[in-house]
């Protein structure tokens, strides 16, 4: 896994899938655009490189932090949200819903 991530140029966080797991969803809508733009940058530039059968040249993955977390302060903060309000008896902030 850490050679993968480093070749493609991804943060280990860029692999949470927002559209499977509610939380993480809010956690992405929480996060500044700045970041949320840069993962989106990276996911991009993962799939054009993976298109290409290419990876990054080694002094570029070298330099690379792809454990270094963006998003799991903001995913553990929403987390403590929703039991606090199961705790309480309140209504969930989001449901998920079948189409």
């Known amino acids: ?3 993968d991530v ?3 140029r991804l943060r280990y966080d860029d692999l949470y ?3 499977e797991d509610l939380d993480i969803k809010e956690a ?3 996060l500044p655009r700045e970041i949320v ?3 989106n940058q ?3 530039r993962a ?3 993976s298109m290409k059968h290419e990876y990054l040249p080694a002094d570029l993955q070298a330099r690379q932090t792809p454990f270094r977390s963006y998003l799991q302060d903001m995913l553990a903060l929403v987390k403590r949200e929703k039991a606090e309000r199961e705790a309480l008896g309140a209504l969930p902030l989001y449901q998920r819903s079948i189409p």
């Open 42 to 44: 990276r996911l991009k």
């Open 28 to 30: 992405m809508r929480r």
């Open 47 to 49: 799939m054009d490189l």
């Open 17 to 19: 899938d927002q559209y």
């Open 1 to 3: 896994m850490r050679k």
């Open 37 to 39: 733009d840069a993962r």
């Open 6 to 8: 480093h070749q493609s």
